[in-house]
């Protein structure tokens, strides 16, 4: 496995969060290697360490578990309900130094304040933020928001005792002093000019020419092979893919995913069934142990046994089935440790039919060329942002429409948010 490789600023990070016990919010650009400093810490810490996501898929990809089943929360609003925890429950809690919390954006303000009332009431510390636990967030803000409230009891409960859903408008949020530091130095992108059409584009500040430079490298033909398209709606992803694979002749063949344990169908981390022909183009989900390819990596299918073969770039690859692992965090009485255990297996081919993905799984991941697709508008504040993000160079841009002023939404609480985080993190680490 290729060793992971700090920046200046990413290292004075880790040493904070290692050699003090402050609470920090990491946030950054897409691609700044918020994901790198994650793996990086979880593994080389010397702190005993829980790692928690809010949903299943997420919570796989940092190899932790989900908020609600570390912290046996309420699905639904949590409110005043009273929280219990069983024994066992509690000295896992009790036993962590530092909690790590995976794209903190989709938390909403009740589950961090669930989060923090629990920590204080399993260890007894009811006037410290968190029960004394260090807590260290990484997300974007400006990229993934909280699920809306799902009823009007919900929304008119939020309005009466939040400024927003968000996890910064939490009560413990106001509370905790919190250090913010935004990565800076972007690893995706390499072309300046491209950056800071991607930044303008984050911030909803794209005035009339770099929307044009947009459109006009975007609005051309795009080319035939191994391109994905990036879309809104998961309809129009299985349409194009539906449509591309009946496309291709050959016998349709099926991979069923083997699911051993406690594996909850939306923790599921690839297709339960894979359905693949020769010529097929796929998506890798996972990096490769031996870096023939990344998570995001698209090739096509050459051949199919009980293996499968990809080509990547004109060179061919035999895929094996990947095992994905759910975790639970327990108590060992004897050492008085925190400890990891494996309590259920998806194993599946690494793959995905990628004629298209949606934009939200996209998630992550980077192309060195997409097609983007925002259909009739897009919906949500941040989509157009993380659709053009994925890709790493204005060249590798195709748009299957130009982009207009109502694409390019930011959420009013996040610019509130981040332009004061801005000011309080003035004396952030500085590379």
Same mark, same amino acid.
């Given at each position: 496995?290729?060793?992971?490789?700090?920046?200046?600023?990413?290292?004075?990070?880790?040493?904070?969060?290692?050699?003090?016990?402050?609470?920090?919010?990491?946030?950054?650009? #897409?691609?700044?290697?918020?994901?790198?400093?994650?793996?990086?810490?979880?593994?080389?810490?010397?702190?005993?360490?829980?790692?928690?996501?809010?949903?299943?898929?997420?919570?796989?990809?940092?190899?932790?578990?989900?908020?609600?089943?570390?912290?046996?929360?309420?699905?639904?609003?949590?409110?005043?309900?009273?929280?219990?925890?069983?024994?066992?429950?509690?000295?896992?809690?009790?036993?962590?130094?530092?909690?790590?919390?995976?794209?903190?954006?989709?938390?909403?303000?009740?589950?961090?304040?669930?989060?923090?009332?629990?920590?204080?009431?399993?260890?007894?510390?009811?006037?410290?933020?968190?029960?004394?636990?260090?807590?260290?967030?990484?997300?974007?803000?400006?990229?993934?928001?909280?699920?809306?409230?799902?009823?009007?009891?919900?929304?008119?409960?939020? #309005?009466?005792?939040?400024?927003?859903?968000?996890?910064?408008?939490?009560?413990?949020?106001?509370?905790?002093?919190?250090?913010?530091?935004?990565?800076?130095?972007?690893?995706?992108?390499?072309?300046?000019?491209?950056?800071?059409?991607?930044?303008?584009?984050?911030?909803?500040?794209?005035?009339?020419?770099?929307?044009?430079?947009?459109?006009?490298?975007?609005?051309?033909? #795009?080319?035939?092979?191994?391109?994905?398209?990036?879309?809104?709606?998961?309809?129009?992803?299985?349409?194009?893919?539906?449509?591309?694979?009946?496309?291709?002749?050959?016998?349709?063949?099926?991979?069923?995913?083997?699911?051993?344990?406690?594996?909850?169908?939306?923790?599921?981390?690839?297709?339960?069934?894979?359905?693949?022909?020769?010529?097929?183009?796929?998506?890798?989900?996972?990096?490769?142990?031996?870096?023939?390819?990344?998570?995001?990596?698209?090739?096509?299918?050459?051949?199919?046994?009980?293996?499968?073969?990809?080509?990547?770039?004109?060179?061919?690859?035999?895929?094996?089935?990947?095992?994905?692992?759910?975790?639970?965090?327990?108590?060992?009485?004897?050492?008085?440790?925190?400890?990891?255990?494996?309590?259920?297996?998806?194993?599946?081919?690494?793959?995905?039919?990628?004629?298209?993905?949606?934009?939200?799984?996209?998630?992550?991941?980077?192309?060195?060329?997409?097609?983007?697709?925002?259909?009739?508008?897009?919906?949500?504040?941040?989509?157009?942002?993380?659709?053009?993000?994925?890709?790493?160079?204005?060249?590798?841009?195709?748009?299957?429409?130009?982009?207009?002023?109502?694409?390019?939404?930011?959420?009013?609480?996040?610019?509130?948010?981040?332009?004061?985080?801005?000011?309080?993190?003035?004396?952030?680490?500085?590379?």
């Amino acid at each position: 496995m290729k060793k992971v490789k700090l920046s200046a600023q990413q290292k004075k990070l880790f040493d904070l969060i290692e050699s003090t016990n402050e609470h920090v919010f990491i946030t950054g650009r #897409a691609g700044t290697g918020k994901s790198t400093l994650l793996t990086y810490l979880t593994e080389n810490t010397s702190k005993q360490v829980a790692v928690c996501a809010p949903t299943g898929v997420a919570a796989l990809n940092v190899q932790g578990t989900t908020i609600h089943s570390l912290f046996f929360l309420p699905i639904g609003l949590i409110g005043n309900q009273k929280l219990t925890h069983s024994p066992q429950k509690r000295k896992v809690l009790q036993a962590i130094d530092t909690l790590v919390i995976d794209e903190v954006s989709m938390v909403n303000a009740d589950v961090l304040d669930g989060i923090d009332r629990t920590l204080r009431e399993v260890r007894h510390k009811r006037h410290e933020p968190f029960g004394g636990v260090q807590v260290v967030m990484f997300g974007d803000p400006y990229q993934l928001a909280p699920v809306p409230p799902r009823s009007p009891e919900e929304r008119a409960y939020f #309005a009466d005792h939040y400024a927003s859903m968000w996890f910064f408008d939490a009560m413990v949020w106001q509370q905790t002093p919190m250090r913010i530091v935004e990565l800076t130095e972007i690893h995706r992108q390499r072309d300046d000019d491209f950056k800071n059409m991607l930044n303008a584009v984050r911030h909803g500040q794209v005035t009339p020419e770099i929307g044009r430079a947009l459109n006009a490298a975007g609005e051309r033909p #795009a080319p035939d092979g191994d391109i994905i398209t990036l879309a809104t709606t998961n309809d129009r992803v299985s349409s194009i893919n539906a449509a591309q694979l009946a496309r291709l002749g050959g016998e349709l063949k099926k991979a069923e995913a083997n699911v051993d344990g406690e594996f909850p169908t939306g923790w599921f981390p690839a297709d339960e069934s894979l359905s693949l022909k020769i010529g097929a183009q796929v998506m890798f989900l996972r990096n490769d142990s031996d870096q023939r390819w990344v998570n995001g990596t698209v090739g096509q299918v050459t051949r199919i046994g009980k293996t499968v073969h990809v080509d990547v770039d004109g060179e061919e690859h035999e895929v094996l089935p990947a095992v994905w692992e759910r975790y639970r965090y327990d108590y060992d009485q004897e050492t008085k440790t925190l400890t990891r255990e494996v309590i259920a297996e998806f194993t599946q081919f690494p793959l995905r039919l990628a004629w298209a993905v949606t934009i939200h799984k996209s998630q992550g991941q980077t192309y060195e060329r997409a097609i983007v697709d925002l259909g009739n508008r897009a919906f949500a504040p941040g989509q157009t942002y993380v659709a053009l993000s994925r890709i790493t160079t204005l060249d590798g841009l195709f748009l299957t429409r130009g982009l207009r002023p109502s694409d390019v939404m930011v959420d009013a609480d996040v610019e509130r948010f981040m332009s004061q985080a801005r000011i309080d993190a003035g004396d952030e680490i500085q590379s």
